[in-house]
Nanobody
Framework: QLQLVESGGGLVQPGGSLRLSCAAS????????IGWFRQVPGKEREGVSC????????NYADSVKGRFTISRDNAKNTVYLQMNSLKPEDTAVYYC????????????????????WGQGTQVAVSS
């Protein structure tokens, strides 16, 4: 069974850091492009970052550029999202998604382009 599991969310003060993990089971992430999305109640799911299967390209939403870093460890079948200098507006449920064909070249693919999704992990930034 193909499964993605996010972890690493929590409550952090503004300016703090968190590292989210997205671990895959049942399939080899090596060949999949990965996206990180976030969603707050009443709003559409927003693309945060993506990374291509061959790690050749990454993209970030303007709101997180310079603060977030996406990376992948294919040996561990895991993708990470390092989040630094967190702001209250980063508060959301964060999801990772995987797809064989979603390209991460010019921009973050839309959510509908990803076939596989994790269950989400809550990130709350508050003092």
């Amino acid at each position: 069974q193909l499964q993605l599991v996010e972890s690493g969310g929590g409550l952090v003060q503004p300016g703090g850091s968190l590292r989210l993990s997205c671990a895959a089971s049942g399939f080899d992430l090596d060949y999949y492009g990965i996206g990180w999305f976030r969603q707050v109640p009443g709003k559409e799911r927003e693309g945060v970052s993506c990374i291509s299967a061959n790690i050749a390209s990454t993209n970030y939403a303007d709101s997180v550029k310079g603060r977030f870093t996406i990376s992948r460890d294919n040996a561990k079948n895991t993708v990470y999202l390092q989040m630094n200098s967190l702001k209250p507006e980063d508060t959301a449920v964060y999801y990772c998604a995987a797809d064989l064909e979603a390209l991460c070249v010019i921009k973050i693919p839309a959510a509908y382009e990803y076939d596989y999704w994790g269950q989400g992990t809550q990130v709350a930034v508050s003092s």
